[in-house]
């Protein structure tokens, strides 16, 4: 897949506007608020207030952090919240039934639990849900985000300069057509420019540009034309990237 100057400047600029994203995100917007069905549904809808959040929904909300994605992205799990009232401790698992068929629950919402590896009788009673988030799964998967979206950056500006080095090559070949250069003065060419083709080929442009001013044009492999028209497709490399 060919990608083009402008394809890696934009590439750059992206991974500049995700990391922007971030901050604004971290430093801003510090809550997010999601109802209990949302959440469920791993959605990234959220609202930034509670309050809207309940009226709209008309359910329990959870504060899901400074990044709805979180839930979306798997990084959060609900678990349930009980009451625990009554408590009795048992000697033995007979006596835990014994007073487990005693215990009468006070409030009609409420369970009698028998827990024989507690060894203690209770009447419990659902009360919400609680959201635990995990922030350092989480804020690895944005890191590791980050660095896929730098490195693709700079694959795509690299590939651009080497490119556009191959561009300046092709503008040298160019220019020496028309000259009739004899095969012993095409190698003489040819070592000439030596150096300055494997700068251009690893998309050293700078580097190129010196070793390209550092010539000394002879009249005929090397004139004064030659070089300034390289060192303007060198710095039109340079200026695009």
Not at 167 to 175: E, F, P, S, Y
Request: glycine share 6%; with cysteine; proline share 2%.
């Amino acid at each position: 897949m060919n990608i083009s100057r402008r394809e890696g400047r934009q590439a750059i600029k992206d991974n500049m506007k995700y990391l922007f994203l971030i901050l604004i995100t971290t430093n801003v917007f510090a809550s997010n608020w999601m109802p209990l069905s949302k959440i469920q549904a791993l959605s990234s809808q959220a609202y930034q207030l509670e309050s809207d959040c309940k009226k709209q929904s008309q359910e329990q909300c959870l504060d899901v952090g400074n990044s709805p994605e979180i839930v979306s992205l798997g990084f959060t799990s609900l678990t349930d919240k009980f009451s625990k009232s009554q408590v009795e401790a048992c000697l033995d698992a007979d006596d835990c039934e014994t007073k487990f068929q005693a215990l009468i629950c006070e409030d009609s919402q409420e369970t009698s639990i028998k827990n024989l590896d507690l060894l203690e009788v209770y009447c419990s009673k659902f009360l919400y849900k609680e959201l635990a988030i995990n922030s350092a799964g989480f804020s690895a998967y944005q890191a590791n985000k980050l660095a896929a979206a730098q490195m693709a950056g700079a694959f795509a500006q690299a590939k651009s300069l080497r490119e556009c080095g191959g561009k300046v090559m092709d503008l040298l070949l160019i220019r020496n057509a028309p000259k009739g250069l004899t095969t012993s003065q095409i190698k003489q060419m040819v070592l000439t420019y030596a150096p300055i083709k494997g700068l251009l080929e690893t998309g050293s442009l700078n580097s190129a540009k010196e070793e390209i001013q550092a010539i000394t044009p002879d009249g005929l492999l090397v004139t004064a034309g030659d070089k300034t028209a390289l060192i303007a497709k060198v710095d039109e490399c340079i200026g695009g990237n």
